[in-house]
Structures are given as structure tokens and as C-alpha cells.
């Protein structure tokens, strides 16, 4: 590689000027209207594809989230069927009550699952269903032997809740029948 020594450079750039040519290059470095808006495209072309995946990833993350909230109830379940069975035959609860699974008088005599109004569980003592609504409206269940349903958003009140249960507006569960 060549060395360049700037005062050639300048002395040649003189020269030029001299002459009456003007330099074609300036002696700092240019930046032109061009450069400017090629950097403002490209950073807002940048900035449209973050916010396009920021606003998709929110609700995707809001409905996992429903989701893992009936894994836990699931493993609640699990636990106070597991303490309940000492006789050989085990019952299940529901979400409140005095031995429900967010007070202590389960038969863990623990508090299983935080209190949660995004969370409702319907329980016989044989089986139980336990329902789940996303920030996006959609509405997600479990039951007993694990098999899970998604329900689309609006659909909580066309029925897939048991009758006297709807979600209000904050997307909490409301028991009318207490």
C-alpha cells in the first residue's frame, strides 16, 4: 500500500486552486442533503420493523401468559389432589373459598396459587375446569385429565364459560351465582 503524506496533498490541492479549477473534493469531508435522507430512510425503515414486531409480540406473550397460568393451576391441582387422596381418594377444589387453592385450608394447608381474577376454576371434587382470559380476550381452559381448548376473543360470553360466569370489561372473571 501507498502512504499518502497529507502535505503533498495539500500542496497539490493549492496547485489546483491556483490555477482558478476548483476542488471537486472537499478538504473535510461533505455531508450533503443525499446522505442525510438515505440515513433518515434507513432508520426509519429500521424503526417501522421494531414497532411491527414489539405490537406483534404483545399479544403473543399476553396469551402464553394465560397459558402458564393454567399450567400452574393444573400443578395446584395436582398437589391438593396428591395431599387430599391419604384415604385412596382424592378430590380437587375450586379457585376460593375455605379450602380453596389460594387459602391455607386446602389439604396442603398451603396456599397453592395466587389469588388471580384472570383465573377461574369449577370444581365437583371428581373433576375440575379451569378457565383463563388474556389481555387479548381469548379464553383458555384446562381440565382434569389435561386436555386443553382456546377459545377466540368475544367468545367467553357466547357460552364457552359456565352459566352465571362472564368476563368483564378488565377481563376479570365475575361469579354471578355467589
Same mark, same amino acid.
Given at each position: 500500500?501507498?502512504?499518502?503524506?497529507?502535505?503533498?496533498?495539500?500542496?497539490?490541492?493549492?496547485?489546483?486552486?491556483?490555477?482558478?479549477?476548483?476542488?471537486?473534493? =472537499?478538504?473535510?469531508?461533505?455531508?450533503?442533503? =443525499?446522505?442525510?435522507?438515505?440515513?433518515?430512510?434507513?432508520?426509519?425503515?429500521?424503526?417501522?420493523?421494531?414497532?411491527?414486531?414489539?405490537? =406483534?409480540?404483545?399479544?403473543?406473550?399476553?396469551?402464553?401468559?394465560?397459558?402458564?397460568? @393454567?399450567?400452574?393451576?393444573?400443578?395446584?391441582?395436582?398437589?391438593?389432589?396428591? +395431599?387430599?387422596?391419604?384415604?385412596?381418594?382424592?378430590? +380437587?377444589?375450586?379457585?376460593?373459598?375455605?379450602?380453596? @387453592?389460594?387459602?391455607?385450608?386446602?389439604? =396442603?394447608?398451603?396456599?397453592?396459587?395466587?389469588?388471580?381474577?384472570?383465573? +377461574?376454576?369449577?370444581?365437583?371434587?371428581?373433576?375440575?375446569?379451569?378457565?383463563?382470559?388474556?389481555?387479548?380476550?381469548?379464553?383458555?381452559?384446562?381440565?382434569?385429565?389435561?386436555?386443553?381448548?382456546?377459545?377466540?376473543?368475544?367468545?367467553?360470553?357466547?357460552?364457552?364459560?359456565?352459566?352465571?360466569?362472564?368476563?368483564?370489561?378488565?377481563?376479570?372473571?365475575?361469579?354471578?351465582?355467589?
Amino acid at each position: 500500500m501507498k502512504n499518502f503524506n497529507s502535505t503533498k496533498i495539500a500542496a497539490r490541492v493549492s496547485e489546483i486552486r491556483s490555477k482558478g479549477f476548483r476542488a471537486t473534493v =472537499a478538504e473535510h469531508g461533505v455531508i450533503d442533503l =443525499a446522505s442525510i435522507m438515505v440515513g433518515v430512510i434507513i432508520v426509519g425503515i429500521l424503526s417501522a420493523g421494531i414497532v411491527a414486531t414489539v405490537f =406483534a409480540l404483545i399479544p403473543f406473550t399476553q396469551d402464553k401468559a394465560a397459558e402458564q397460568a @393454567l399450567s400452574a393451576v393444573s400443578t395446584a391441582e395436582s398437589v391438593q389432589y396428591s +395431599f387430599s387422596s391419604g384415604d385412596g381418594a382424592g378430590t +380437587f377444589v375450586e379457585l376460593y373459598g375455605t379450602d380453596g @387453592l389460594t387459602t391455607a385450608g386446602n389439604a =396442603a394447608d398451603e396456599i397453592l396459587l395466587q389469588d388471580s381474577k384472570q383465573i +377461574f376454576v369449577e370444581s365437583d371434587g371428581v373433576t375440575y375446569t379451569a378457565y383463563s382470559v388474556s389481555p387479548t380476550g381469548n379464553l383458555y381452559t384446562i381440565d382434569n385429565s389435561g386436555a386443553t381448548a382456546e377459545f377466540a376473543a368475544g367468545t367467553a360470553a357466547d357460552g364457552a364459560l359456565p352459566t352465571g360466569v362472564t368476563v368483564d370489561a378488565d377481563g376479570n372473571f365475575v361469579d354471578a351465582r355467589v
